[in-house]
Antibody, heavy 120, light 107 residues
Framework: EVQLVESGGGLVQPGGSLRLSCAASGFTFSSYSMNWVRQAPGKGLEWVSYISSSSSTIYYADSVKGRFTISRDNAKNSLYLQMNSLRDEDTAVYYC?????????????WGQGTMVTVSS | SYVLTQPPSVSVAPGQTARITCGGNNIGSKSVHWYQQKPGQAPVLVVYDDSDRPSGIPERFSGSNSGNTATLTISRVEAGDEADYYCQVWDSSSDWVFGGGTKLTVL
């Protein structure tokens, strides 16, 4: 079964750090680009970051640039998001999502999400 | 930055046709993807590249894209179609962009 499972969410104080992980299974992870997308409570989807299959290309949303770092380990079939200098407005469910080049990059597989709460 | 504009809500009776729009500057030149999200669940891709459906998505879901507006059309709407719908594009200046989302209510 093709699956993405996020972990690492939790409660953190403003200014703190957190590292999210996304474990992939059921497909050749190293062949696909990956993304992080977040959703604040009661709000819409916000794309956060993109990493190409070989990690050669990385993009960030302006809202997280300089604070978040995306990475992947193809040998471990895992995607990561290192989040530093966290702010209240980073509170959200964070999803990892696969980008399929056959579908013009559309996000065809999503994890169930992990909640990040930034609060003192 | 590139902006996608969706109506906050659309209502339709069961069996009727729902049309959800996504506006953007010259969006007709871009590839538009659509996602369905039900409460408490992760989004699901329902249309990609303007009008193609992933496997497992009913033919009732279709899409079009021209000029400054892309449209997701849901024919013969069912109660189970009630959800939030998001459009998405890739823009060279903004990277991936999502619309604000549209809540579809089945009356």
């Amino acid at each position: 079964e093709v699956q993405l499972v996020e972990s690492g969410g939790g409660l953190v104080q403003p200014g703190g750090s957190l590292r999210l992980s996304c474990a992939a299974s059921g497909f050749t992870f190293s062949s696909y680009s990956m993304n992080w997308v977040r959703q604040a409570p009661g709000k819409g989807l916000e794309w956060v970051s993109y990493i190409s299959s070989s990690s050669s290309t990385i993009y960030y949303a302006d809202s997280v640039k300089g604070r978040f770092t995306i990475s992947r380990d193809n040998a471990k079939n895992s995607l990561y998001l290192q989040m530093n200098s966290l702010r209240d407005e980073d509170t959200a469910v964070y999803y990892c999502a696969r980008g399929d080049p056959r579908l013009r990059g559309a996000f065809d597989i999503w994890g169930q999400g992990t909640m990040v709460t930034v609060s003192s | 930055s590139y902006v996608l504009t969706q109506p906050p809500s659309v209502s339709v009776a069961p069996g009727q046709t729902a049309r959800i729009t996504c506006g953007g500057n010259n969006i007709g030149s871009k590839s538009v993807h659509w996602y369905q999200q039900k409460p408490g669940q992760a989004p699901v891709l329902v249309v990609y590249d303007d009008s193609d459906r992933p496997s497992g998505i009913p033919e009732r879901f279709s899409g079009s894209n021209s000029g400054n507006t892309a449209t997701l059309t849901i024919s013969r709407v069912e109660a189970g179609d009630e959800a939030d719908y998001y459009c998405q594009v890739w823009d060279s200046s903004s990277d991936w962009v999502f619309g604000g989302g549209t809540k579809l209510t089945v009356l």
